[in-house]
T-cell receptor, first 116, second 107 residues
Framework: DTEVTQTPKHLVMGMTNKKSLKCEQHMGHRAMYWYKQKAKKPPELMFVYSYEKLSINESVPSRFSPECPNSSLLNLHLHALQPEDSALYLCASSQGDFIGMNTEAFFGQGTRLTVV | DAKTTQPPSMDCAEGRAANLPCNHSTISGNEYVYWYRQIHSQGPQYIIHGLKNNETNEMASLIITEDRKSSTLILPHATLRDTAVYYC????????FGAGTILRVKS
């Protein structure tokens, strides 16, 4: 199984809603990532988890709250988002520690989020 | 992380080799060169990576110059399904994507 599964595939939420994005992998990978991708732009790194601990936060606003409950699961909790937060949210995972990574990262197909 | 420079777009005839260049003149000794691609509306897909030596796998070949300041990704027999944005990333740790090259394979 070389899949990273993201749910839901599509999400529409209001600016006062609270929602969560879910990402799951069963490859035994210990590094997991959240990216945000706006239309016609490259993916932007948001967070990196290594061995279930937050290692990198790329100055992401607090309305995005990541969580890594276990080594297979990564969540992104969303609260009080703005319309400009509408984007494709991508999850990825890689083997071992991301420092000095000499391996491929596997990406999910993303959650397309629309904030209304 | 070292910065990379790629041409914004390239065209390639179907069945021919696609050679995608990447300049990374500020690369550090411990930074790897990674190539990923993203087909429209899908998640990025790993292609290949290397440190110093040339690498080949079932998808592509990676040629890194001796001074490591540039590299070329080679898709030996491009097909229409290879039309995508190709990203060259140089990193020791986190993957930071640049603008990439839009490769259009035409019949």
């Amino acid at each position: 199984d070389t899949e990273v599964t993201q749910t839901p595939k599509h999400l529409v939420m209001g600016m006062t809603n609270k929602k969560s994005l879910k990402c799951e992998q069963h490859m035994g990978h210990r590094a997991m990532y959240w990216y945000k991708q706006k239309a016609k732009k490259p993916p932007e790194l948001m967070f990196v988890y290594s061995y279930e601990k937050l290692s990198i936060n790329e100055s992401v606003p607090s309305r995005f709250s990541p969580e890594c409950p276990n080594s297979s699961l990564l969540n992104l909790h969303l609260h009080a988002l703005q319309p400009e937060d509408s984007a494709l949210y991508l999850c990825a995972s890689s083997q071992g520690d991301f420092i000095g990574m000499n391996t491929e990262a596997f990406f999910g197909q993303g959650t397309r989020l629309t904030v209304v | 992380d070292a910065k990379t420079t790629q041409p914004p777009s390239m065209d390639c005839a179907e069945g021919r080799a696609a050679n995608l260049p990447c300049n990374h003149s500020t690369i550090s000794g411990n930074e790897y060169v990674y190539w990923y691609r993203q087909i429209h509306s899908q998640g990025p897909q790993y292609i290949i990576h290397g440190l110093k030596n040339n690498e080949t796998n079932e998808m592509a070949s990676l040629i890194i110059t001796e001074d490591r300041k540039s590299s070329t990704l080679i898709l030996p027999h491009a097909t229409l399904r290879d039309t995508a944005v190709y990203y060259c990333i140089v990193s020791f740790n986190k993957l930071v994507f640049g603008a990439g090259t839009i490769l259009r394979v035409k019949s």
